[in-house]
Nanobody
Framework: QVQLVESGGGLVQPGGSLELSCAAS????????MGWFRQAPGKQRELVAR???????VYADSVKGRFAISRDNAENTLNLQMSSLKPEDTAVYYC?????????WGQGTQVTVSA
């Protein structure tokens, strides 16, 4: 089983930066796939970025070149560095892990991009 706890959300102005972190209850290097999803009000949850334990990454087209996903094996965290933020990035961001045939989700952290 994997527990995931996100942190780092908040209010930021357009063009600003923010870093999200997801603390995992087990060694992240042993988790096959981890990622970040987001859900805006009235919209479906969507993939933001994902990373395998071989550090292969995939990004949504809407965040390419602005967001960077990474694992910190020493701290057992999954991170998402977000820059050049836009109002349309406003959403609840969820950490995700796929481990031994099961899906795990964090409780979410709110990111609001507004002037």
């Amino acid at each position: 089983q994997v527990q995931l706890v996100e942190s780092g959300g908040g209010l930021v102005q357009p063009g600003g930066s923010l870093e999200l972190s997801c603390a995992a209850s087990r060694d992240v290097s042993s988790i096959l796939l981890m990622g970040w999803f987001r859900q805006a009000p009235g919209k479906q949850r969507e993939l933001v970025a994902r990373i395998t334990n071989a550090d292969f990454t995939v990004y949504a087209d809407s965040v390419k070149g602005r967001f960077a996903i990474s694992r910190d094996n020493a701290e057992n965290t999954l991170n998402l560095q977000m820059s050049s933020l836009k109002p349309e990035d406003t959403a609840v961001y969820y950490c995700y892990a796929a481990h031994r045939g099961f899906d795990y989700w964090g409780q979410g952290t709110q990111v609001t991009v507004s002037a």
